[in-house]
């Protein structure tokens, strides 16, 4: 069976990001490790992931290995002004599910969308009662180095080709 849309794929890997700042190349650090005891499934060709690294992927066949770059253009872009937003801090409250551990700057907040799909938004200032969140992806800038292994492909489900989402274990 090979890599290809409407696959549950199954994959271990180690990303490492880096960013060239005002022409200094910075040196690629490790920011994620999925190995084979605890690997990343997503349903090809619906996951949301840069549309680069599933072109990437298509056509390989379990126990393929890879290890490309995604530059910053081909993964999550620039940073958008327009997802800086200033929220008032009562809105993460007790009540709301949020403790006050959480509410500190650097932090990511976990969130839902208004289809009740997780996101995050990382608290970048604390101004008296307002926060400044950015909902930009918290890999926006950055070059994205992969290297790993394809360890399962399966025919994805009905409901798994509808939503994108893998369901249960694999």
């Known amino acids: 069976m090979k890599v290809e849309s409407n696959k549950v794929i199954g994959i271990a890997f180690e990303l490492k990001v ?3 700042e ?3 190349e910075s040196v ?3 920011v994620e490790v999925r190995d084979e005891d605890d690997p990343f499934y997503f349903v090809f060709g619906k996951s949301g992931l840069p549309e680069k690294f599933e072109e990437l992927l298509s056509g390989k066949e379990i126990d393929d290995e890879f290890s490309f770059i995604l530059g910053k253009d081909e993964a999550y872009g620039e940073a958008d002004e327009e997802l800086i937003i200033t929220l008032p801090k009562g809105q993460f409250s007790k009540q709301n599910g949020f403790t006050e551990e959480m509410i500190q700057e650097g932090n990511f907040l976990p ?3 208004e289809n009740q799909q997780p996101m995050q938004a990382k608290i ?3 101004e008296g009662e307002n926060l400044i969140l950015d909902f930009n992806h918290a ?3 950055f070059d994205l180095h992969f290297d790993g292994k394809i360890l399962s492909i399966r025919n994805a489900s009905k409901a798994e080709n509808e ?3 893998v369901e249960g274990a694999n």
């Open 163 to 165: 939503t994108g989402l």
């Open 139 to 141: 890999l926006v800038g």
């Open 124 to 126: 970048l200032k604390i």
């Open 18 to 20: 880096s960013k060239d």
């Open 22 to 24: 005002d022409d200094i």
């Open 111 to 113: 969130l839902m969308d």
């Open 28 to 30: 690629p650090f490790s």
